[in-house]
């Protein structure tokens, strides 16, 4: 199947028309004003089936913001009423209550300018997948658009084509049980959802004229029976290839169902343990993805910027965290991972950034504003949950770098203990640099080899693990390559990132990626 990029919808090319020449130039009426505008707009359809229903739900939300900063202040509004006409009032009526908003008293002035292109594109070292749609001799006035690369279009599978495909699903799972020896009675729930959100964004300011497109394809599996779980996740951006469920997939899932259904309760205690790709994610997430969002650390809610400061080490030669929103393809997979994009809300282009460095701890992500506080350079993190919400410093694709470790030798090296490959969430305190990474179960390793023998919390749901970050990534003894089942060379650039989301300040819920190789762990709190 021939490779495609996402294309700019044409019914969108009057919108962006109006925008460039109608509203941005109320909005930098002043000399000493950076303004601009956002559009974004979301077409999200979710299929779902289960054993006795199915069901179908559609939204699209759309809107622009309008910001001015004028030096002190930064100022947004936002609106979904899109009509050029309303669109200039709204703009008029913005740039007038700017300009008549004095500065804060005592206020510091620090004025940006927009970057050209050719200043965007040295800012940072880009990846190859996005040069190469930035035409040659782009200006001002150029029209640039960015668009995922997908092979079988997602646009093209109807309602009842997407919910035959989920029911076949469903089939397959209830096939398999029965290959396996796994009660028809015991399996009390299956559930197969897949969700299609088409994005697509427009940013301009008085140097660029940016749009893109990307195409976030994911499917949730869900096996109970009784009160245990067991999930399967799959997705990234790009078309429906990302969604291929393998044989093995499905085995594994019901195995460990299976095993739950007999599985023991952790004393709580110190314990070796491997995590698998998404739980070292959600490690790096929590650890230093977090505590590293330039504006937590400009409100003075982070030790990470302290730490940066006095170049304390917080982990070993082993603790090396990036993260990056352009990752088009990973461990292998011909698609992006799921916190990727090209720019971010506020028109920065993507690009890699080292957070923690073996123990020190690097620059943090901003956003403008954060960037313009600390005196820091800016990262295309910038980032809301949508247009009519805030934007923060957000994480996109968060990991730990790969080793030179296969997954029998750290099975081996480990000898005893337990390997953790489902994750179930985490927390993280910024300020006392605590953390806590949930996990769905344990598998139990004796003499370098997974028994089969699963366990459970000790109070028979999920295991936590707990500790000061510091002490936890000082107990690192060793990682996996990216290819951890061959003793080649790894031939991925990236590893794997695995689909989820974030939160920050308890809402504002944005599209991440966790992941990472595998990570011993020697003698971490685990109950």
Known sequence: MEIQRAPFSPELKGLRQTLRQELLPILQAQPDWYASIFFERK????????????????QVIQGAVLRIYDGTTLFEQATDE????????????????????????????????????????????????LLIQIPSGTRADTQVHFGIRFRHDPRLLGASEALERLKGLLGRIKAKASEIGFPQEDLTFITARQTFVDEQSI????????????????????????SDRTFARLGGLGGLETLEVKESDIETLLRDLKGLKKAERLVPGKYPVIFGPVPTGVLAHEAFGHSQEGDTC???????????????????????????????????EPYAAWGSYFFDEEGWLAHEQVLLERGVLKTPMTNLTSAIRLGVPRTANGKRENWSTGVYTRQTNTYFSPGDQTLAQLLARMKDGFIALHPAGGMEDPKGMGIQ????????????????????????????????????????????????????PDRSR????????????HKEFVFAGCGGPYLLLDQVILG
């Open 82 to 129: 899109l009509d050029p006409g309303a669109l200039k009032s709204f703009a008029l009526e913005f740039a007038r209550r700017v300009k008549e908003t004095a500065p804060p008293a005592g206020a510091t002035r620090r004025p940006y300018q927009a970057l050209n292109w050719s200043q965007r594109v040295a800012a940072a070292k880009l990846d190859p997948e």
């Open 203 to 226: 940013f301009i300011d008085r140097e660029t004229d940016m749009s893109q497109t990307l195409y976030r394809v994911a499917l949730t599996l869900i096996t109970m029976s009784g």
């Open 494 to 505: 990236h590893p794997f990132n695995d689909a989820g989301g974030c939160g920050k300040y």
């Open 43 to 58: 077409a999200s359809k979710t299929y779902s089936a289960n054993l006795k229903q199915t069901q179908v739900t559609d």
């Open 298 to 332: 400009a409100r003075g809610r982070s030790k990470a910027w302290e730490l940066h400061q006095s170049g304390e080490k917080v982990g070993n030669e082993h603790a090396t965290i990036l993260n990056n929103p352009a990752i088009y393809e990973m461990a292998g």
């Open 437 to 488: 990474v949930g996990l769905s179960f344990l598998e139990e390793v004796r003499n370098g080899k997974p028994t089969g023998r699963l366990f459970k919390g000790p109070a028979g749901g999920d295991i936590q693990l707990t500790g000061y970050t510091p002490d936890v990534l000082n107990s690192i003894v060793a990682k996996s390559k990216i290819d951890a089942d061959t003793d080649a």
